[in-house]
Structure formats: C-alpha cells, structure tokens
C-alpha cells in the first residue's frame, strides 16, 4: 500500500475556492489510482470552521503551526530583509519547531510520496524517506510583477496572506507606497527562491502546463508537469438548450485576491457604466468569499452591483449567468474560475491575461477581447443575441469536454506517483 504524505499551506477542503479545489482534486485522483493508499494531510488551518469537512479520503489530518510573532518578525527581518534568502511569504510560514514536527512524522512513517502545496512551505524539506514532489501553483514571482503595473486598483497587494505577517510589518505594509515597495521585493525574492529550491524536487507541478513547460526550459529541470484543474462537464449538457438568466453577468473568485478584486474593482469603473446604457436591466453578481472593503463599496458606488459573498454552491449560484467576465489585470497560469464557467455552459468574455494556457478559439468558445470597449460589447451581444449565447455555451462545454476531462488531468499524477 503506498502511502502519500501531502503538505498544504491550508485545509485542502471544503470547496470554497478554486485552490481548495484542485488540492481535492490531487487527493481524490491519488485514491482513483490507487485505492488503498494511505493520504496523510499536514496541514496548516486557515479556519477552524472548515475542519469539520475532512473528507474520508485523507485517512490522516495533521494540524500545524505558524511561527508566533516573534519567530516570524526574526525570520522577515534576518533571513527576508538582511540575508535575501527567503521571500517573506517563507518567513512567515516557516516554524522551527512545525518543522521538527514534520521530520518526527517522516522518520516514523517513511511515506513513498511526499507532496509540498506552494513554495511558501519548500522550507519545510525533509531528508530521508519519499519522492519529493513541489506543486508551484502559478509563477507568483510573476503574478507579483504584473501587479505594479495596475497598482492603483489593488485594494491590498497582499491580499488574505497580509494576515500571516507579523504585527508590526502588518503596518507598514497597510501604507500604499511600502506595499509598492514590497511586493517588488517580493518578487526578486520569490523569483530566486523558485529556481533555487527546483533542484531539491524530483517533480514541480504548475497547473498550466504552458508554463511548466517554460519554467523547465528555464531552469533545465528534468520533470516539469502540468496538472490543470479537472471538470467533466454533463455531456447531455453539450446538446441540450440552456436556461439562464438573460439580465446576469457574473464574476467568482475568493475577493481577498488583489487579481479578483482588482478586477472588479475595474470592471466596475471602466465597462460596467457603458454596459448599463444599453442594458438598463442587467445585474453585475461578484461572488466569493472574504469581499474586501472595497469590492463591498461597489454596491454604493455602481447601479445593481450585488456582492454576494461566500455561497453554498457556487455552481448554482453562477450556473444560470447569460454571461461570466473576467478582465484580469494581472495573473499567471491558467484561470480555474474560467474554465469552470465554460464547463457550466456559461459564456466567458475575458482579456488576454484571463485567457493564459487556455488555447480555446476566440470567438467561438469564449470571447478574448483587447480593450475595454471590446469588453462591453462582447457583453452586451451576450446578453442580447441569444443564439450566439447559445452557440458559444455548447462551444465551451466541449472544449472543456476535451482539455480538461479526468482522464486528461491525471495521467501526469499518474507518473508523478509510479
């Protein structure tokens, strides 16, 4: 029986982002192929609430510790600041102490995969039994870089990691021209750091394989994999006609993320205005958890804005939309929130950013548009012609079909785990 320890910067459950649901996913195809491992999740809890959801595929669920303030402050201004080697996401989740944890746990269980979610835990490296596997999720080094440029509509560079910062950091990182400041810092350090740990992995996991395959020709390494998110779209689905409603244009993604809220933010100010001329009735829904202050003040500043906050079910809640936006400022790899509308059947109009690693056909499963103006229009033929909604919802629903099946997204897990 092979046994897998998976280590995860947050609970990989329950469902309530896009993140969440791709370390599901992880965990529910290592069962699909092989049904009697044992999946050992430590874990650091980004809510308590959540632990109730373990699902029974973890047969184990560690819980681990951030460092305290002290350790955290010592470790951003020693090893962030004066020394440069760690980014100071890795300050502030690396504990001394969760570390020899961690290394107890390995020595005892002599695991023969150890998976590592996200470079902010690669510090947490240990010697001994396991093929070591580290999932990247995205370039953050570049996602970081890209949001200069649009720094005026990011409410917090940091997003919900501001939470993890020492209190006294934590202030200073509130002040707009320090938050300039560090996330360029960020971005140097993150940039080193993800080359420097590549070589201490036997595997490196991106979820666009675009850009595994660009990181290996940058670094040389031997096995770079593409692990998108799964969706098995309804195949009846694909024939059938749907029903939605004509008035709602939607937008989901966890808004504490400065590339969902800035987005929005966005959208809100530069195309939502042109669309409401001409679509007096229609309805803008911004759904996901955690709304900062600023997408909440949306609703006061722009007519039929409705911030729903985090729902019970976020298929539902998005599934009857005439129309999905998604004009990102700034991001890297591919956009689960983009592929998992088209899985609905609900048409997507986004910009090239939002576009990344999906090699759909413009115009024909989803709408890429180059300016704001495009945006609006490509919105309002949606919400108006609804045979050409219909086309592009049938267009979508088999595009994901092919790319993005079970059966496409787990023969790399399958290698990663033979």
């Known amino acids: 029986m092979k046994k897998i320890i998976f280590i995860t910067n947050r609970l990989p459950f329950p469902n309530t982002d896009g993140r969440k649901n791709l370390l599901q996913q992880y965990i529910e195809q290592m069962k699909d192929i092989y049904p009697d491992c044992e999946i050992i999740n430590l874990s650091f809890v980004d809510d308590q609430k959540y632990l109730k959801d373990r699902p ?4 184990r669920l560690v819980c681990l510790q951030t460092p305290g303030m002290a350790e955290k402050l010592y470790n951003a201004v020693v090893y962030s600041l004066l020394l440069r080697k760690w980014p100071l996401q890795v300050s502030a989740y690396y504990s001394r102490k969760t570390h020899r944890k961690i ?3 390995i020595r005892e269980e002599q695991p023969d995969v150890i998976l590592y979610d996200m470079v902010r835990v690669a510090e947490y490296l240990t010697d001994g039994a396991g093929q070591k596997v580290l999932s990247y999720d995205d370039l953050l080094s570049l996602r970081y870089e890209r949001q200069l440029e649009w720094f005026q509509y990011i409410p917090s560079v940091f997003g919900g990691f501001a939470d993890k910062l020492p209190a006294g950091l934590k202030r200073f990182a509130n002040l707009k021209f320090i938050q300039k400041w560090l996330i360029a810092y960020e971005s140097k350090l993150l940039a080193e750091y993800e080359r420097k740990v590549a070589a201490n992995f036997r595997h490196l996991v991106f979820t666009s394989p675009k850009e595994a395959e660009t990181f290996s020709h940058t670094i040389r390494h031997r096995s770079c994999l593409g692990i998108p998110m799964r969706f098995d779209p309804d195949k009846k689905a694909g024939g059938s006609v749907r029903s939605y409603d ?7 993604g966890k808004m504490d993320i400065p590339h969902n809220s800035s987005a929005v933010v966005y959208f809100c100010e530069k195309i939502w205005p042109s669309v409401k001329r001409e679509a007096p009735d229609a309805k803008f829904y911004i759904i996901g958890k955690n709304p900062s202050p600023e997408v909440v003040r949306l609703q006061q500043l722009y007519p039929d804005i409705v911030v729903t ?15 999905m936006i998604a004009p990102l400022l700034f991001g890297t790899g591919i956009k689960t929130k983009i592929v998992e509308a088209m899985s609905l059947g609900v048409p997507v109009v986004t910009n090239p950013i939002g576009s990344e690693g999906i090699n759909a ?27 050409i909604n219909e086309k592009v919802s049938r267009n979508s629903i088999r595009y994901v079909s092919r790319h993005f099946s079970s059966s496409a997204t787990r023969k790399n897990l399958e290698l990663i785990l033979s």
């Open 56 to 59: 029974a595929s973890i047969s």
């Open 246 to 252: 004509r008035n709602k244009v939607v937008f989901v």
């Open 103 to 105: 290394k107890a746990l």
């Open 309 to 323: 906050g985090e729902v019970d079910n976020v298929k539902r809640a998005m599934g009857d939309a005439a129309v």
């Open 361 to 387: 056909v413009n115009q024909e499963d989803l709408f890429v548009c180059e300016s704001d103006e495009e945006m609006a229009q490509k919105v309002l033929l949606l919400l108006n012609n609804k045979e």
